[in-house]
């Protein structure tokens, strides 16, 4: 029998919102300095004919999600149009149920299709990398699971369990050669208890760019406010946990950066560090070398240093390095290469320990990752994808509803803090860090909560509105 909660898409409006950066980002040989934030909102449609809205957000990273040698613009433009190609896509496939179950069906079945399509009518001369199609599926994906929430009346986390959903994780996931079982098991089983803290401990990201200290700076740092050094952003913030980037193919420079950061964070009360080789490593003696060495030379920092993230390159596949030496000195998380749980099925055979989370792979995959990961005793972080505006709130969430090893990574406000002050306005503990925490507390409704109503922001005309025939009820 149908479920009259099921739901259909009718309607995708596509926004694109430009954002410029206050100081630089680095993402291994690239350099951010704007982003494009994909901003959408999907109507979706009940079998009864009642209709609801929901909103979805994620910066079109193009150094994070597509490194090469192309130049900036028409990889930029090429992940813009992919966008609005899956939007198209969404309204004119009929895919009913859960978003779940339609998030899960549209990557499974319908996403490689378009891929394929796309790359094959491209003239880049270089194929649209997967990770960069799941950014760009990601803003889709988000508001649908929002416009459910919403035509419901209920909060989007109450719905992931047998009561909305029409299959089982069986139906999703498969174990790994142990026996683990999800028959009669549903994302709700691995999330957070009630009640889910609506304070985060916050961690503060220090880019390969980042001043460290009077010495660092240039003269062409902002005067607008802000910190600039990072003993002024642990002040300010009371952080007390930072993840450091690195280069990743100079291990002296890699070396000296984490020491003289863990100098700092030390004497000013951080008490958790990471680390982010960028994704540039090849070999695991580049980064056991770093850790032995600060083993012995810095044990106070050693000791702070919590997890070792992504050191090797994004296509697991085609790098299978065994990372067992790693995560005898230091828990390893996957990031980049955690594609798809299918993925950190490969990584765990290879010895990774932890999953980095991020929702610009969609939230229907990073809820699937994270009870695949838990299932077989991974840990769990949730990353940022330097996410400002409406994108922050469903990344906080996840966090919240995760259990991470430690709180959530949280940059919008150092790299583009003024982008958010519309909605900041609602939620000012969500962008801006106070006692090294953020705080979801004013997050209320259905949906994700985002209050979207009550937030004064001027969006453009949207590039791309898609929609097909239906009966518009719409739930305000």
Same mark, same amino acid.
């Given at each position: 029998?149908?479920?009259?909660?099921?739901?259909?898409?009718?309607?995708?409006?596509?926004?694109?919102?430009?954002?410029?950066?206050?100081?630089?980002?680095?993402?291994?040989?690239? @350099?951010?300095?704007?982003?494009?934030?994909?901003?959408?909102?999907?109507?979706?449609?009940?079998?009864?004919?009642?209709? +609801? !809205?929901?909103?979805?957000?994620?910066?079109?990273?193009?150094?994070?999600?597509?490194?090469?040698?192309?130049?900036?613009?028409?990889?930029?433009?090429? $992940?813009?149009?992919?966008?609005?190609?899956? +939007?198209?896509?969404?309204?004119?496939?009929?895919?009913?149920?859960?978003?779940?179950?339609?998030?899960?069906?549209?990557?499974?079945?319908?996403?490689?299709?378009?891929?394929?399509?796309?790359?094959?009518?491209?003239?880049?001369?270089?194929?649209?990398?997967?990770?960069?199609?799941?950014?760009?599926?990601?803003?889709?994906?988000?508001?649908?699971?929002?416009?459910?929430?919403?035509?419901?009346?209920?909060? %989007?986390?109450?719905?992931?369990?047998?009561?909305?959903?029409?299959?089982?994780?069986?139906?999703?996931?498969?174990?790994?050669?142990?026996?683990?079982?999800?028959?009669?098991?549903?994302?709700?089983?691995?999330?957070?208890?009630?009640?889910?803290?609506?304070?985060?401990? /916050?961690?503060?990201?220090?880019?390969?760019?980042?001043?460290?200290?009077?010495?660092?700076?240039?003269?062409?740092?902002?005067?607008?406010?802000?910190?600039?050094?990072?003993?002024?952003?642990?002040?300010?913030?009371?952080?007390?946990?930072?993840?450091?980037?690195?280069?990743?193919?100079?291990?002296?420079?890699?070396?000296?950066?984490?020491?003289?950061?863990?100098?700092?964070?030390?004497?000013?009360?951080?008490?958790?560090?990471?680390?982010?080789?960028?994704?540039?490593?090849?070999?695991?003696?580049?980064?056991?070398?770093?850790?032995?060495? $600060?083993?012995?030379?810095?044990?106070?920092?050693?000791? /702070?240093?919590?997890?070792?993230?992504?050191?090797?390159?994004?296509?697991?596949?085609?790098?299978?390095?065994?990372?067992?030496?790693?995560?005898?000195?230091?828990?390893?998380?996957?990031?980049?290469?955690?594609?798809?749980?299918?993925?950190?099925?490969?990584?765990?055979?290879?010895?990774?320990?932890?999953?980095?989370?991020?929702?610009?792979? @969609?939230?229907?995959?990073?809820?699937?990752?994270?009870?695949?990961?838990?299932?077989?005793?991974?840990?769990?972080?949730?990353?940022?994808?330097?996410?400002?505006?409406? /994108?922050?709130?469903?990344?906080?969430?996840?966090?919240?509803?995760?259990?991470?090893?430690?709180?959530?990574?949280?940059?919008?406000?150092?790299?583009?803090?003024?982008? !958010?002050?519309?909605?900041?306005?609602?939620?000012?503990?969500?962008?801006?860090?106070?006692?090294?925490?953020?705080?979801?507390? @004013?997050?209320?409704?259905?949906?994700?909560?985002?209050?979207?109503?009550?937030?004064?922001?001027?969006?453009?005309?949207?590039?791309?509105?898609?929609?097909?025939?239906?009966?518009?009820? %719409?739930?305000?």
């Amino acid at each position: 029998m149908p479920n009259p909660a099921d739901i259909s898409v009718v309607r995708a409006e596509v926004f694109f919102l430009p954002v410029e950066t206050r100081v630089p980002l680095k993402f291994g040989h690239d @350099t951010l300095t704007s982003v494009t934030c994909a901003r959408v909102r999907v109507t979706v449609e009940d079998s009864a004919g009642r209709s +609801a !809205s929901g909103w979805g957000e994620t910066p079109l990273s193009v150094q994070w999600s597509w490194p090469s040698a192309l130049s900036y613009s028409p990889r930029h433009n090429a $992940l813009k149009e992919f966008t609005l190609m899956l +939007a198209e896509s969404l309204t004119s496939e009929i895919l009913r149920g859960h978003p779940m179950e339609i998030g899960d069906d549209f990557h499974q079945h319908i996403l490689p299709r378009l891929i394929e399509s796309f790359n094959s009518s491209s003239n880049l001369g270089e194929d649209l990398p997967q990770i960069a199609a799941l950014v760009c599926a990601s803003s889709l994906d988000i508001a649908v699971h929002d416009a459910y929430g919403n035509l419901h009346g209920v909060d %989007i986390y109450t719905t992931y369990n047998r009561n909305y959903m029409n299959r089982d994780l069986s139906q999703f996931l498969e174990p790994d050669a142990e026996g683990v079982s999800f028959t009669g098991k549903y994302p709700e089983d691995f999330l957070t208890p009630l009640p889910v803290p609506t304070r985060l401990p /916050a961690w503060h990201l220090v880019g390969g760019l980042d001043p460290l200290e009077l010495s660092d700076l240039t003269g062409a740092e902002p005067d607008d406010g802000y910190p600039v050094l990072l003993e002024d952003w642990i002040k300010a913030d009371g952080l007390t946990s930072l993840k450091i980037k690195l280069r990743g193919n100079d291990s002296a420079w890699d070396y000296n950066r984490i020491v003289r950061v863990g100098k700092i964070a030390l004497n000013h009360g951080v008490v958790a560090l990471s680390s982010d080789f960028n994704c540039t490593v090849t070999d695991p003696q580049y980064v056991n070398s770093i850790l032995d060495r $600060l083993r012995i030379e810095q044990p106070d920092i050693y000791a /702070a240093m919590l997890y070792v993230e992504q050191p090797f390159p994004y296509d697991l596949e085609r790098n299978p390095i065994d990372v067992r030496s790693i995560t005898e000195r230091k828990p390893l998380f996957l990031d980049e290469s955690a594609h798809d749980w299918r993925f950190i099925r490969l990584g765990r055979s290879l010895g990774w320990s932890g999953v980095a989370l991020k929702t610009c792979k @969609t939230q229907t995959g990073a809820l699937l990752s994270l009870c695949w990961a838990k299932a077989h005793n991974m840990s769990i972080m949730v990353q940022d994808l330097t996410n400002p505006m409406l /994108a922050q709130i469903p990344h906080c969430r996840l966090a919240a509803h995760a259990q991470t090893i430690r709180g959530v990574e949280t940059n919008a406000m150092q790299f583009y803090p003024d982008a !958010s002050l519309p909605e900041a306005a609602i939620h000012p503990g969500l962008y801006r860090r106070h006692q090294g925490c953020i705080d979801l507390g @004013t997050l209320a409704g259905s949906g994700f909560g985002y209050r979207v109503s009550e937030i004064h922001r001027d969006l453009p005309q949207p590039a791309g509105d898609y929609r097909r025939m239906s009966r518009l009820n %719409i739930i305000e």
